[in-house]
Structure formats: structure tokens, C-alpha cells
């Protein structure tokens, strides 16, 4: 089992700049990627940025040039920089864990961009 605690979310202007935080625990020995999805009201649950432990890295078009998600193994921690922040950022972003055998979900933290 994995546990995902996320951190970092709050309210920001937009232009502005955040980072979010998410601490795995547990059976971490197995995770293959980390990640963060967002989920804003009425939308589908998407990709923002993933990065498999051996340092590659996949962003959703819109957040390329602006986020950056980076990962420290021996802490089992990955992060999410957010710059040049949009209102269309808006959202509750879930960090995500890949294992060989599962997925496993943060609770969730909630973004707000305002104009």
C-alpha cells in the first residue's frame, strides 16, 4: 500500500507562482511514476505532468513553458512548480502513484487562480 499526502495548494493572482508537494509512504520501493491530474467543476479529471523515477517527463500542452514537475527518489517526494499561473489553472490537483501491481491517489488539494 501507498499513501499520497499532498500540500501546497491554496489561493494565488494570477501570474503568480505555486508549488505543490506530495509525500508517498508506505510500499514505495515499487512506484514507477509519480504524477499530478487536476480536475476542475464539469471537466474530466486530465494529465498535468508525470515523471517516471528514471527522470522522463510528460506535461499536458497547456501547462508546458510554465510547470515543471520534479521528483527527489530518496524522499519519495514529487513536486509541481507552477508559474505564470491562469485562471483556467483553477482546479483540485491529485498526486498519482504507479506502481507494478496499482494506482494510488492523493486526497486532493485545491488550486484557485484568481483574475
Known amino acids: 500500500q501507498v499513501q499520497l499526502v499532498e500540500s501546497g495548494g491554496g489561493l494565488v493572482q494570477a501570474g503568480g507562482s505555486l508549488r505543490l508537494s506530495c509525500a508517498a509512504s508506505?510500499?514505495?520501493?515499487?512506484?514507477?511514476?509519480m504524477g499530478w491530474h487536476r480536475q476542475a467543476p464539469g471537466k474530466q479529471r486530465e494529465l498535468v505532468a508525470r515523471?517516471?523515477?528514471?527522470?522522463?517527463?510528460k506535461y499536458e500542452d497547456s501547462v508546458k513553458g510554465r510547470f515543471t514537475i520534479s521528483r527527489d527518489n530518496a524522499k519519495n517526494t514529487v513536486y509541481l512548480q507552477m508559474n505564470s499561473l491562469k485562471p483556467e489553472d483553477t482546479a483540485v490537483y491529485y498526486c498519482?502513484?504507479?506502481?507494478?501491481?496499482?494506482?494510488?491517489w492523493g486526497q486532493g488539494t485545491q488550486v484557485t487562480v484568481s483574475s
Open positions: 515523471i517516471h523515477i528514471g527522470g522522463n517527463t
Open positions: 498519482k502513484a504507479t506502481t507494478t501491481w496499482a494506482d494510488y
Open positions: 508506505g510500499s514505495t520501493f515499487n512506484i514507477n511514476y
